[in-house]
């Protein structure tokens, strides 16, 4: 098992797709580290929550929880890159797309701009379009952007 340290966490996002998308979400970590308490307490050797998560960042193959944390926030829903191919809906038309790019902003969102396959147009109006094949917009951790179209739609939602 490796040990990752901060100097390589930024370096993740260009590790192998199958590595990157086998860590856990933040929830399903602390999760594990709650079940991870209650099977040593019941074993009569309890521990403290954040040696439970420092132990989950072990099994993880990271040095510490703080590692393990800033690695999967810097991937975005889905671990997300550069290169990646993805689906979704964009303004309410359906998309296929190559990502360009994508920043990490905070644990689980990310920006994204994708190149889409076949241009989109984003009006509605009958008598007027507006096609676009590249596109920006700030998605979470299910996928979708927090901005929304006047009918409470998200801007974008990706197929994860």
Known sequence: ????????????????????????????????????????????????HGQALEAVAHGHGFRDWNTMAAAIGALGPAGLRAGDRVTGRYLSQPFRATVLSAEALRPGWVRLELDLDEAVDVVTFESFSNWRKRVRAEVGPEGQSRARRSDGTPHMVLEL
Not at 29 to 42: F, I, S, T, V, W
């Open 1 to 48: 098992m490796t040990t990752h340290d901060k100097s390589d966490t930024a370096g993740l996002a260009g590790q192998a797709p199958g590595r990157a998308r086998d860590l856990p979400t933040p929830a399903e970590a602390k999760a594990e580290a709650r079940r991870l308490r209650a099977a040593r307490a019941q074993d009569g050797q309890p521990i403290g």
